[in-house]
């Protein structure tokens, strides 16, 4: 059973810095950050491998930047904030192999955190 807990979320203005971090309990493979605003579908914003390969949406390419550490943490550091990058962003993880093709597609998760708003005001 895989358990995660998101926290940094809160408001900044834009052009400002926030860093998510998402607490896992239990053995993880391919971690995740998606975001979703009310009406709309969840996406995923970056993806990382338990060797650091990375992946990111184009929306947040040059902006974000995940990683992790040996202590089952995920990180999102999200420079250059942007009122649309408004929204809850959700941790999520897979325990088996996740194709490079699909690790932005919520389908391919089956766990997840509680979510934490990130509010960019302009």
């Known amino acids: 059973q895989v358990t995660l807990v998101e926290s940094g979320g809160g408001s900044v203005q834009a052009g400002g810095s926030l860093r998510l971090s998402c607490a896992a309990s239990?053995?993880?493979?391919?971690k995740a950050w998606f975001r979703q605003v009310p009406g709309k579908e969840r996406e995923g914003v970056a993806s990382i491998y338990p060797g650091g390969g990375t992946f990111y949406a184009a929306s947040v390419k040059g902006r974000f930047t995940i990683s992790q550490d040996n202590a089952r943490r995920t990180y999102l550091q999200m420079d250059s904030l942007k009122p649309e990058d408004t929204a809850m962003y959700y941790c999520a993880a897979s325990t088996g192999f996740v194709p490079g093709n699909e690790v932005l597609k919520k389908e391919s998760f089956p766990y997840w955190g509680q979510g934490t708003q990130v509010t960019v005001s302009s």
């Open positions: 239990g053995g993880t493979f391919c």
